[in-house]
Nanobody, 126 residues
Framework: QVHLVVSGGGLVQAGGSLRLSCLAS????????TGWFRQAPGKDREFVAG????????YYDDSVKGRFTISRDNAKNTVYPQMSSLKPEDTAVYFC???????????????????WGQGTQVTVSS
């Protein structure tokens, strides 16, 4: 069992920055991946960014590429999405998820993950 704790949301002006964090505890493995997703009111949950723990390969949705950077601190078992140049359309509840991805399974797919943290609200004012 893996437990995820999310922190770092808040209110920021457009153009500003925020850093979220997702702390994992429990039985984990280097073949795990962490994905960050967001859900705005009335919209489906969408992939934002992801990282594979062992290789540290990173993946981004086109909407955040160049603005968000995802990284992992192995010693702290924590994944950080650094969000910069925030836009009002980035406003959403952000979730992190973790799991051991099977071959052929996309880390962009929410159903690929076994464990989810609680959401944190990110609000970007114009």
């Amino acid at each position: 069992q893996v437990h995820l704790v999310v922190s770092g949301g808040g209110l920021v002006q457009a153009g500003g920055s925020l850093r979220l964090s997702c702390l994992a505890s429990g039985r984990t493995s280097s073949n795990y991946a962490t994905g960050w997703f967001r859900q705005a009111p009335g919209k489906d949950r969408e992939f934002v960014a992801g990282i594979i723990w062992g290789s540290r390969s990173t993946y981004y949705d086109d909407s955040v590429k160049g603005r968000f950077t995802i990284s992992r601190d192995n010693a702290k078992n924590t994944v950080y999405p650094q969000m910069s140049s925030l836009k009002p359309e980035d406003t959403a509840v952000y979730f992190c998820a973790a799991g051991a991805l099977s071959i052929g399974v996309s880390l962009r797919n929410p159903s690929s993950y076994d464990y989810w943290g609680q959401g944190t609200q990110v609000t970007v004012s114009s």
